[in-house]
Structure formats: C-alpha cells, structure tokens
C-alpha cells in the first residue's frame, strides 16, 4: 500500500508516493521507516536548478523535526522545461503515523531568480492501521 500526493507550484510539479518499508521496521524498538519517491517536473518555461530542501516531519506523539539540507540525495539537478528528475529517500518514526511536508529552494537559470516550491503534505502510514 502506498500513499500519493502532487501539487504544482510556479510551474514545478511535486509528485510523492510513499511506502512503508517491513523488513526496516521494528514496532517493538518503536522504528517505523517509510520510503518516498519524489518526482519533480519542469513544467515552467525555463529551466530550473534545485537549490536546497526543507523538510517538516511530524509523528502521531506530537513529535516534530526541520531538516533543511543542500539539494537532495547528494545532487543539485537542472531541469530544462519539460524534464523529470526521480529520487528516493526514506523516513524513519517512532510511531507508525506520521506525515511530512515541506518546500524545495529553486533558482531560475535565466536571471538568478530564487523562489520556493511547496512539496505537498503526504501521510506516513503503516498499513495495518488502515484496517
């Protein structure tokens, strides 16, 4: 099972499909770990860079965490308009709810121009709990 969410910000779309990952998890140890998938695509007429991320991540105790950090998994990709660029992170919890959001930092290659891209909220469930 998995959970997917998508939104399109100054014509940069933001796809996430999430996972819950059983073999990487332990309720007993209260370590749940989540897989996502972002797909990021160039809709706008100019080609874009990803600059930084900034991540919010709340669990079903009330516990929140930032996390800003330099690109995404090692890489700062450029995408000409009509490109997609992929990548898959993971996410661990100590409850097995949770959900994250957050926004990417872009700059427009044209003119240096900076501007911020809304990573949509996507739940972090663990399927039994669906039931």
């Known amino acids: 099972m998995s ?3 998508t939104q399109v910000t100054h014509g940069i779309k933001i796809s ?4 819950f990952h059983t073999e990487h998890s332990n ?3 209260r370590h749940f770990q989540f ?3 972002v ?3 160039n809709k706008s007429h100019y080609a874009v860079q990803l600059v930084s991320r900034h991540w919010n991540i709340f669990d079903s105790s009330n516990e929140q965490s930032k996390i800003d950090g330099d690109g995404v998994v090692g890489e700062r990709p450029t995408l000409e308009p ?3 660029f992929e990548y898959e992170s993971a996410c661990c919890l100590a409850t097995d709810i949770g959900k994250m959001s957050g926004s990417y930092l872009m700059e427009r290659k044209i003119d240096k121009a900076r ?3 809304t990573i949509p909220e996507f739940e972090l469930i663990v ?3 669906l039931n």
């Open 39 to 41: 797909t990021i695509e």
């Open 82 to 84: 009509g490109e997609i």
């Open 35 to 37: 897989v996502y998938i």
């Open 27 to 29: 309720a007993g140890n």
């Open 3 to 5: 959970t997917h969410a």
């Open 115 to 117: 501007f911020l891209v």
């Open 16 to 19: 996430v499909e999430t996972k």
């Open 127 to 129: 399927p039994q709990r």
